[in-house]
């Protein structure tokens, strides 16, 4: 029995958030703290001729001006490709070039308006197609000789990811096809846009040469091991302490505000430095969503059984990887959806181009396949005649299955989304009439599908203090997401204490237990896990010590709710009692855990081919009813039905949470999100022109929770969170092509595309755009 | 710099602020008032809205030197002795945030909606929460924590 597990708590930190005490990095603020700001780079490919900073060094109240070359460090977790600042060449418009820090912000700014900077302009990369031209200028010249991990790139070519995949015989597959279609999509680049934006204090120690660093992040340890590789430094020389996180997305993940932030500390004589990104800034010089061009050919047999499909899939990762490169290796296999398909063949390429960075972004790379994957099924299903709902049913996975390595797919139930969200909108059954000659009403659905990082850890230390409190230590942290409270849940029913009495640890890298990021909807599995197992421990703990204390056989006790009962008796003491009877002398109870999915049985595969295998899958199916207006081209959301596959809801509430925030997310990116880049440039500046949905753009959202049976999960507890949004945006162009006949295959969705594939011609404003 | 008296949340605070200052910058630094949020420092994506004389404002695009006499409330100033008001009480109730970045604005524009429309309807709870940006996704549960308090559990 569970007390608080699949309930709908209210969230821990509803009352910090409420009454505006809750403490993000945004709010940090340190005594005889400075202002940093940073110069940027006006090209999109130059070489930094001359730096003048004299003027700047001597503005009222400058403390320290500093140069890539003053700080020459470069970081990057799969390449080590990216300086702190500029070192003799800028790679993107929006580069850091020179960090100022003064007393404050304004004088921070008037000093970077007294630099002088001479630059030289080479020639760019600006398409990523162009950058696999044999002839086309470098974007890294040394690539083949920077520090990376054990993934592939093509030395002397701007390709800094080639990854291949093949099962069976494409080729045979699609001769034997009824059907054999071929589409090309592309997928924009976003900005994550969470409402805080990149910020971070840092302040150098002397006496440690270290650094204490006040980050908004979502993965404390690896961002700060990523700085400790860089600066070559031993990892207790960072310290980084983590508040709550005003929106991440898989944006804050990275040294960003951190760079220039640590640059300036490191020259301020232990003056804490803060750095805090523009809005502007943050949409132009943070990172975006990894643009893609994905080429798919699908053969299918008449009555819609997939056989073969071959995928052709081109990542912009902008001027430096970041996070990328895992996109374009992880992200990419899940092109192939969540269907059965006998014959396979991926080729994914990462291209370097002197844009933007782009890096993870909620779904890693899952919200770009499933954009093609799931737009072309709709085209199959077309052309066999047949209802979409019907061809995803037939080849979609279901538990047993093996997965594209062997892996034998557990605690799945793809099937219940598509019924339910299908259900939801009234599949099968005719849109009513719209009121409007000129409007036109369709529906359509999209189906998904996304593995967890694995294997990773995480580890926690659970301790109940003397008055019965319990303590979570673990570095999670509270990024939006709610996994404070669904932690805490669990803990509460592992422990056997009430709700209240849970706490969970805010993150500082110095005290806090490992853990992976708070990343691919592993927090609730992995720290769930790991707190079973330490509560478990602890409430074995505490029934021992009442067992000598009371006199009474461990057998028949019981810890609920904090007070422990013999069998048969009833309550005879609570946990604050048995604890607090040890007065001045003392008695906390502690147990440390360590989980990790390596060696689950889970998780074997073919031979060599484990590492593909996820310890949980994700599933999805997003249902869409809209209204299109054949005169403006305007798009009207009616309603969004999403139905996610979690394992088990811990907090219905945090679930749906997340599914309509992914729902917003996705059909925000969808329709209204355009950087409008050309020549390496992008044409917004802030919100008024980088357009995200509000209030009136949204529909009807209807959350469906599915539960399944994952044997190995707490509590039954998948994930959610990062799959929420990739299925909308194809859901929505499937709903577009069944209400008009037209199919637009380039992101964003755009009024003005869609007028155009009305009149059957091509938007003369975007280079890709094409119909079927 | 300039002195002035500023009311915020019904006390009066002696202030000397550059001519220049928003009042997003008072509150924040002078006042130590952090629930108001930059979001953008541009006006464009609410989250650093309070109320001035009533009504919603973007506190970045005021300056704290024409604000004198009149009354400022924010977040900090809607519980009384750490009791949470009714709207905050539905905020937490119908999990009606995420991040929580933009959740003191979004309460202050919903207090200053049913201080003038005690029973609007959905699309003027839209109309008013319009201007406040929520990357969350937030937005379905703020609407029913507002319908909920409205209509009782729910919503109507």
Request: hydrophobic content about 45%.
């Amino acid at each position: 029995m569970t007390r608080y597990v699949g309930r709908r708590v209210a969230r821990l930190d509803a009352r910090d958030k409420v009454t505006g005490r809750a403490v993000f990095g945004s709010d940090v603020s340190l005594p005889g703290m400075l202002h940093g700001a940073v110069l940027r780079s006006p090209h999109p490919h130059a070489r930094i001729v001359a730096i003048d900073i004299t003027a700047a060094r001597s503005a009222p109240g400058v403390a320290a001006v500093v140069t890539g070359r003053d700080f020459p460090y470069t970081f990057g977790s799969a390449i080590k490709d990216q300086p702190f600042l500029a070192i003799d060449r800028v790679r993107y418009v929006g580069e850091p070039v020179v960090a100022v820090a003064a007393a404050t912000e304004a004088q921070a700014q008037e000093a970077l308006a007294a630099l002088h900077i001479d630059y030289e302009e080479l020639p760019a990369v600006l398409e990523m197609e162009d950058a696999l031209d044999p002839e086309a200028p470098l974007v890294h010249p040394d690539l083949e000789h920077y520090e990376r991990g054990s993934h592939e790139i093509v030395p002397g070519t701007n390709i800094n990811t080639i990854y291949r995949y093949a099962r069976g015989d494409v080729e045979e597959g699609f001769a034997a096809a009824d059907l054999v279609v071929e589409h090309t999509f592309t997928a924009h680049a976003v900005s994550h846009a969470a409402l805080e934006t990149h910020v971070a204090v840092a302040r150098y120690e002397p006496a440690a040469d270290g650094y204490t660093l006040w980050v908004s992040t979502d993965r404390p340890f690896q961002v700060r091991n990523e700085l400790t590789t860089a600066l070559g430094i031993p990892s207790n020389r960072v310290r980084l302490i983590v508040g709550y996180v005003g929106g991440s997305f898989g944006g804050k993940n990275t040294l960003i505000a951190e760079t220039a932030a640590v640059a300036l500390a490191r020259h301020t004589g232990g003056r804490p430095v803060r750095v805090e990104l523009s809005r502007e800034e943050d949409l132009i010089a943070s990172q975006l969503r990894v643009p893609a061009i994905l080429t798919l050919k699908t053969g299918v047999r008449e009555d819609g059984l997939l056989l073969a499909r071959s995928a052709d899939i081109l990542w912009d990762s902008g001027a430096y990887t970041s996070n990328t490169v895992g996109v374009a290796i992880r992200g990419a296999q899940t092109v192939f959806g969540p269907y059965r398909i006998p014959h396979l063949r991926l080729l994914s390429q990462q291209v370097y181009t002197n844009r933007a960075i782009t890096g993870s972004y909620r779904g890693y790379g899952t919200t770009q396949v499933t954009w093609a994957c799931e737009s072309q099924m709709d085209v199959i299903a077309e052309r066999l005649g047949m209802d979409p709902l019907g061809l995803r049913l037939k080849n979609g996975y279901v538990e047993g299955d093996p997965y594209l390595n062997g892996q034998i797919m557990h605690g799945i139930d793809l099937e219940a989304t598509l019924q339910r969200a299908a259900a939801e909108i009234g599949w099968g059954e005719p849109a009513p009439d719209p009121p409007e000659p000129h409007l036109r009403r369709g529906k359509g659905l999209a189906a998904m599908i996304k593995p967890t990082a694995t294997p990773t850890s995480s580890n926690v230390v659970v301790k109940v203090e003397q008055d019965g409190q319990v303590a979570v230590l673990c570095a999670a942290p509270e990024i939006g997401g709610g996994q404070d409270t669904v932690l805490a849940q669990m803990a509460a029913d592992v422990i056997g204490v009430p709700l209240d009495a849970v706490a969970i640890s805010t993150t500082d890298t110095a005290v806090s237990p490992f853990n992976g990021p708070v990343a691919s909807s592993r927090t609730t599995y992995h720290v769930g896990n790991a707190i079973k197992q330490a509560g478990e421990e602890v409430r074995d703990g505490v029934l021992d010590l009442a067992s000598g204390v009371l006199g009474v056989d461990v057998a028949r006790l019981d810890l609920d709710e904090g007070v422990i009962s013999e069998h048969g008796v009833g309550p005879r003491i609570t946990l604050a009692e048995l604890l607090g009877s040890f007065g001045f002398e003392g008695h906390s109870i502690m147990a440390e855990a360590r989980f990790t999915t390596a060696g689950s049985p889970l998780l074997k595969a073919e031979p060599g081919m484990e590492w593909m295998s996820s310890i949980f899958w994700m599933l999805a199916t997003h249902a869409v009813e809209l209204e299109v207006d054949i005169e403006t081209g305007v798009v009207r959301l009616i309603k969004v039905a999403a139905a996610h596959d979690v394992g088990r809801a811990i907090n219905p509430t945090t679930c749906e949470q997340q599914i309509e925030g992914g729902v917003i997310m996705g059909l925000s990116n969808a329709l209204f999100e355009d950087l409008a880049v050309r020549e390496g440039r992008a044409g917004v500046t802030g919100f008024l022109d980088y357009k995200l949905a509000t209030m009136h753009d949204l529909p009807e959202i209807v959350p469906i929770i599915v539960e399944s049976d994952h044997s190995e999960a707490p509590f039954g507890a998948k994930g959610i969170g990062e799959p929420a949004a990739a299925a909308t945006a194809p859901a929505i162009a499937n709903a577009i092509a069944d209400a008009l006949g037209v199919r637009i295959t380039d992101l964003p969705l755009s009024a003005e595309k869609i007028l155009f594939a009305l009149e059957g011609d091509p938007p003369e404003t975007t280079d890709r755009s094409s119909m079927i | 710099m300039i002195s002035l008296t500023l009311t915020v949340n019904g006390a009066d605070r002696e202030l000397v602020v550059g001519a220049n200052a928003t009042l997003l910058e008072v509150l924040r630094e002078d006042l130590l008032l952090t629930g108001a949020k930059e979001g953008c420092g541009e006006g464009e994506c609410g989250a650093c809205v309070v109320l001035v004389d009533g009504r919603a404002v973007p506190s970045c695009l005021m300056l704290a030197a024409d604000l004198a006499g009149r009354p400022v409330e924010t977040i900090e100033g809607i519980a009384s002795d750490g009791v949470l008001d009714a709207m905050q009480e539905a905020f937490v109730e119908a999990g009606a945030f995420q991040c929580g970045y933009c959740t003191p604005a979004t309460i202050l524009v919903a207090e200053a909606l049913l201080r003038a429309h005690p029973r609007p309807g959905v699309d003027e709870a839209k109309d008013a929460l319009d201007g406040v940006l929520c990357r969350c996704g937030a937005q379905p549960k703020v609407l029913r924590a507002i319908a909920s308090l409205m209509y009782g559990e729910g919503g109507a």
